[in-house]
């Protein structure tokens, strides 16, 4: 593609130089330039590209967008935007063929339970008979093709290209987690979103927003920016769960037509007559195109909650109620989202992701309901994160648990018995009795913690506590497969290292 044909895209921005040179690849990263590469000169948080021009030209690079004219090059073509990221972004999507302009595309935004909505669409668009491709926390997948996931959204680049590749595996529509960052650093800029989904706002990536309110601003701009109606996508709508308190403030922001959800009220999209078991939930689902009955093996009301957020979309969509009943029936096991771990000891164990506050909270609230025995729970927090959610997770874990043994996550480059003070800071408070390793038989009774470093090891003290009929949950990692300490990442997983622990004996 020729670089005049590709600046389409971006508006026939100021250019400077021979705009017929042919463009073979598109990076940010000086490092990843090759031979025919339009090279993209971002300021980061950490440095800036416009530094790196001319290494990128003598890798190959044959133009640069810039933001600053100051360090326009001699050698090569050269663009001027006001936004790289954003000029990146409507590049990218031209370069590979503008995969979202025609095929339907779902994003998800908010804290928890996006990973789980993602899952719910995919079976519902499924039903409807329009094979969708998700692009989420765990990989980027469409049947046999699956893409590792970097990011839970990358660069505009990876982004468009994994569209691509995904598109031209067979994909029909695309399901896609749109992560806060993403949407502040405009790396779906360039996607043509057909409904975006708002799920819920809790605390967590403090460390990167700092407050609350630019959190939420930084979700806000898939709402009031990109459903904004277009000629590609004319009929845009927004699914908002009006049960979380910024639900309001997001539904107001919106630049396309509104779809309410909520447990609570009178929203568009609402259950009545629940009931929720260990086996699950089921109920009348309300919409406004008619209600349905139906049920579900996924446990809680934070689960209902995301049931809500699939079925909005569907109407969004405007799929067929059967098809949006049989998408929430049908998918039952979502990796690492309260996955059950098979044993014969008659103990319910439960790997979860949750590793906020809020979804530790959410997760614990549904298995206090359902627990027939004591609830062991252990979790840890990641290092070189939000530290300010330690203490709290602490607490929660504490108080809703009968017994909390306090672990590693992805220590990073952090000391984790660090990172474990500042959880037990949230716990001490409560008057929970903390014991030592050398007491934890297998015989405690008494509601408490205790504090173990290594992970493997806490899990099979958990494994050791527990006796038929209670209930472990290990959060904070749920489907990862690796444990990161300092910058190295270690084969780590919950779901083989607690089967193992639930098959040894135990005296």
């Keep these: 593609m020729t670089l005049s044909e590709l600046l389409i895209a971006a508006g026939n921005p100021e250019m400077h130089g021979d705009s017929s040179v042919q463009v073979s690849a598109l990076t ?28 990128a030209i003598n890798a190959g690079a044959v ?8 360090f326009a090059p001699a050698a090569v073509p050269w663009i001027k935007v006001v936004d790289g990221r954003s000029a990146m972004g409507r590049l ?8 979202t302009a025609s095929r339907p595309l779902v994003g998800i935004t908010g804290t928890n339970g996006k990973t789980t909505t993602t899952y719910l669409i995919e079976a519902i668009l499924a039903a409807a008979g329009t094979p969708a491709a998700v692009l989420g926390t765990i990989s980027y997948r469409f049947g046999a093709t699956k893409i590792e996931a970097s990011h839970t959204t990358p660069e505009s680049t990876e982004l468009q290209s994994a569209f691509r590749q995904l598109a031209k595996a067979g994909a029909q529509a695309f399901v896609m987690e749109v992560s806060s960052h993403a949407l502040e650093q405009k790396r779906v800029d360039g996607c043509h979103f057909d409904v975006g989904v708002f799920s ?9 927003h700092v407050t609350m309110e630019s959190y939420l601003l930084a979700k806000q701009r898939l709402f009031s920016e990109l459903l904004r109606p277009s000629d590609e996508k004319p009929l845009r709508r927004a699914a908002v769960n009006m049960d979380d308190p ?35 939930i089921s109920g009348t689902m309300v919409t406004p195109k008619g209600s349905f009955e139906f049920s579900s093996q996924l446990l809680g009301n934070f689960n209902l909650s995301n049931i809500l957020a699939a079925v909005s979309s569907g109407i969004a969509l405007d799929l067929p109620l059967d098809a949006i009943k049989s998408g929430i029936e049908t998918h039952a096991t979502i990796p690492g989202r309260m996955e059950r771990v098979i044993n014969n000891r008659g103990i319910t ?11 530790l909270e959410n997760v614990l609230s549904t298995l206090q309901e359902l627990a027939a025995g004591r609830i062991i729970t252990v979790f840890g927090c990641g290092g070189d994160r939000d530290n300010g959610k330690r203490p709290i997770m602490g607490r929660i874990a504490a108080e809703m648990s009968d017994f909390t043994v306090v672990t590693s996550d992805n220590p990073r480059t952090e ?4 990172i474990l003070k500042q959880i037990k800071a949230g716990i001490t408070p409560l008057g929970i009795r903390e014991y030592n390793l050398e007491e934890c038989g297998s015989h405690i009774t008494e509601k408490g913690f205790v504090m173990q470093e290594n992970r493997r090891d806490a899990i099979r003290l958990a494994a050791r506590l527990a006796t038929a009929g209670d209930i472990i949950l ?21 779901r083989e290292e607690a089967a193992v622990a639930l098959a040894e004996k135990h005296i």
């Design 63 to 70: 133009a640069v967008v810039l933001e600053d004219a100051s």
């Design 415 to 418: 000391q984790p018995l660090e």
């Design 92 to 99: 990218a999507a031209r370069f590979n063929g503008d995969p």
């Design 474 to 494: 290990l959060a904070g990692k749920g489907h990862e497969d690796y444990q990161i300490i300092g910058t190295v990442k270690h084969h780590f997983d919950d």
């Design 349 to 359: 164990c439960l790997v979860d992701y949750a590793h906020t506050g809020d979804a």
């Design 200 to 208: 819920n706002l809790t605390r967590d990536h403090l460390d990167y």
């Design 28 to 55: 940010c990263d000086s490092r990843k330039v090759l031979p025919g590469t339009l090279f993209f000169a971002l300021r980061g948080a950490t440095s800036d590209g416009h530094d790196y021009i001319e290494k």
């Design 246 to 280: 910024y639900g309001a403030a997001v539904a107001a922001c919106c630049s396309c037509p509104v779809i309410t959800f909520g447990i609570k009220g009178t929203c568009d999209v609402r259950p009545t007559g629940i009931t929720s078991s260990v086996h699950g």
